[in-house]
């Protein structure tokens, strides 16, 4: 990723810069595209490996537990890791080209070519953060927004029905009479800069009042919004993000809560030279059968115990 990342901006560099040829960029658009076709299939591989693993737990599971097998169980075996860095190929790819276009005079489209290069770059940066999870003390920034992200997703559903309503409503009472309300982009931004507590005392001060009814609406509208999503919503959001973060605190100080899946991989005590695991050339045995084996091997021990006593 790193490497990638370095290509493009050596191939930006030179872009604006023109001190190479146009030969040379051309060769590194070449290796951008290459490198990135290769990254772009080797995750890809890992992912649909994956999702293969992922149907032989479940169907093993179901088969032999009887139990199924929760989503977020499920998503143990995809790596977003990969998904982020197959997107970044993607947009690497796609914007390479297009500059390629760019430069033989074919394209002239530069706004998308940027946009995707520069989310790429973004995306790739992003993904640095994956090698500091190796790292316990490193990693919180990760496992915190893991945690957090189920119940942040379902709050923010919540909040964005608020916020829609508020988005009409104001668009279609204060749009006539306020600058900041002619659109229903433009009531977004102005709600959302509320928020965060900017443009207060100009939104207020530029409504008209010319009717007073719509100024007093305006009012009440105005102070139950900012009242309702600074004070309620903004602390609930910081409250979610803290309990995680929390809980993550006690679950390194404490016992940790080991899912269906870990609890089933730590029951396999077989070395990798115990023959059980799946070879190179085989195909028919796998980690579950290694569990399943060894689960075998001691109810007939146990049975031989028995019997010779």
Known sequence: MFVVCLIIFVCVYLFHTSLGKNYSRLLFDILVIIVCILSFALCSRSIFRGLR?????????????????????????????????IISDILTVTGTVMKIGIESKNLASYDVCSILLGTSTLLVW??????????????????????????VIRFCCCVAVIYLG????????????????????????????????????ATFSEMQQNNYL???????????????????VLSLFIALITGSYETIKHQNTGNKQVTALYTFIAECKDSPNSGKFRGTGSSACSLFCCCCCSKRLSVVEEEDDLVVN
């Open 214 to 232: 719509v100024w007093l609406f305006s009012q009440v509208y105005l102070y139950t919004f900012i009242s309702l999503f600074i004070y309620m």
């Open 166 to 201: 508020y988005c009409f409503c104001g668009w279609i009472v204060l749009g006539p009479y306020h600058v900041k309300f002619r659109s229903l982009s433009m009531v977004s931004e102005c709600l959302f800069s509320l928020i965060n507590g900017d443009d207060m005392f």
């Open 53 to 85: 693993l992922q149907h032989e737990f479940a169907n093993f599971f179901q088969a032999h537990y009887r139990q199924g097998v929760s989503l977020w169980e499920r998503m143990e075996f995809i790596n977003g890791w990969y998904l982020l860095l």
């Open 126 to 151: 992003v993904g640095v953060i994956r090698y500091l999870s190796f790292f316990q003390k490193y990693n919180i920034l990760i496992v915190t927004m893991r945690v957090a992200l189920p119940n």
